[in-house]
């Protein structure tokens, strides 16, 4: 994902500096340049946290952050997300949501009432012990 809003920021960069011969908008290619900047921040990284009372993950620069009391938490375990899963923040019929920025790594949590929430992760293993043996 970073990687296609890399190239493409790229590319209404040099159309910004080309304007003249494109007979471009010079505003709409700077706010679509913004925009992409924006997406960029956000979905540049994924947190994720555990402390007394919940698990909480954010994107990037804070700006989409959730969390999950211990108390809904019903089952944890590692799981590998597959390719039609993709990056970013997703919902699949069956499979619940995702949130994810690369690699097909993840947490699957079961939350009591039986919703499902997949986290992206690098070490799955070691978030799923952590969750089972902080929330129980």
């Known amino acids: 994902m970073i990687l296609v809003l890399g190239v493409v920021a790229l590319m209404i960069a040099g159309m910004i500096r080309d304007m003249e011969s494109t007979g471009l908008d010079g505003a709409v290619l700077w706010a679509v340049l913004g925009l ?3 997406l ?3 979905f540049w990284s994924l947190t994720v946290r555990v402390d007394e009372e919940k698990l909480s993950w954010y994107f990037g620069i804070g700006l989409l952050n959730f969390s999950i009391p ?3 938490i019903e089952k944890v375990h590692p799981i590998r997300t597959g390719f039609v ?3 970013g923040i997703r919902f699949r019929p069956g ?14 949590i079961i939350r009591r009432g039986g919703t499902s929430v997949r986290i992206g ?16």
């Open 85 to 87: 899963d993709g990056i």
């Open 70 to 72: 211990f108390k809904e």
């Open 95 to 108: 499979r619940g949501w995702l949130y994810n920025v690369s690699g097909f790594h993840a947490v699957e």
């Open 121 to 136: 992760t690098d070490e799955p293993e070691v978030l799923a012990d952590t969750l089972k043996r902080v929330a129980g």
């Open 36 to 38: 992409l900047a924006l």
């Open 40 to 42: 960029l921040a956000n």
